[in-house]
């Protein structure tokens, strides 16, 4: 059965499960969806939830102290053996699979809420994953890093093209030759400057497209 999830308020605990902070105030809503690319979610009538209960301030920002997140989405496909009456948000097979999309919601202006995505993560096989954006890759960006600036050649020899990003900062700013050189002579990224703890080579498209 395939499905998605929403939870407003949701806290994450072990194995990837989340349960709402405010169990009384919305009960989450689980839908089922159809296995194929490009489809539109919508929720049903009726199942929605008054955001005016809360503060702007408590939408807008997560709580990291209690790893709680106003607006948490969980996708999820399992076995067709899986029970209905499991827990939602709960994955109970290593063969269950999720993406969990943890946002806030803001509001500018007297406009209406927007979603903001904060943090994703995949649960594969029973194992826990947290995407993570590289800088360098298309429009990403970062602080003190213009991509458009470095364009899509190594900051270190200028021709090759960038493939290989430094951990933890996640700067993608280096071909691999460089990257090997580099750990010879330094362990800082030459970005930021920050320590190098791990080189990932990525293969990406470097075509204008």
């Known amino acids: 059965m395939n499905s998605i999830t929403i939870l407003f308020f949701a806290k994450e605990e072990p ?8 169990p009384d105030a919305f009960k989450p809503v689980k839908i089922p969806f159809q296995k194929g690319p490009a489809q539109k979610f919508f929720q049903p009538v009726g199942t929605g939830f008054d955001l005016g209960f809360f503060d ?13 997140f106003p607006l948490v989405i969980s996708a999820e496909t399992c076995s067709p053996s899986q029970s209905d009456d499991e827990r939602i948000g709960e994955p109970q097979q290593d063969n269950s699979h999720m993406q969990i999309t943890q946002a806030v919601l803001e509001k500018k202006n007297g406009g209406p809420f927007q979603v903001k995505v904060i943090r994703q993560l995949l649960w594969i096989d029973g ?3 947290e995407l993570r954006e590289i800088f360098g890759i298309g429009s990403s960006s ?3 890093f213009d991509d458009n600036d470095t364009g899509k050649e190594c900051v270190i020899c ?3 093209p960038k493939d290989t990003a430094v951990l933890p900062c996640r700067h993608l700013c280096m071909c ?6 580099l750990r ?9 400057r920050q320590p190098i703890e791990e080189l990932i080579e990525i293969r990406i498209n470097n075509s204008d497209q």
């Not at 194995?15 to 405010?22: A, E, I, K, L, S």
């Not at 702007?56 to 709680?68: F, G, V």
């Not at 691999?176 to 050189?181: L, Q």
């Not at 010879?184 to 930021?192: A, E």
Request: glycine share 2%; charged share 30%.
């Open 176 to 181: 691999s030759e460089c990257a090997k050189e």
């Open 142 to 144: 970062a602080e003190g």
């Open 56 to 68: 702007l301030d408590d939408l807008s920002k997560p709580s990291p102290a209690e790893d709680t």
């Open 158 to 160: 200028m021709t090759e």
């Open 15 to 22: 194995n990837c499960r989340f349960v709402p902070v405010y």
């Open 127 to 129: 194992v826990r994953y």
């Open 184 to 192: 010879l002579q330094s362990n800082k990224c030459p970005i930021c």
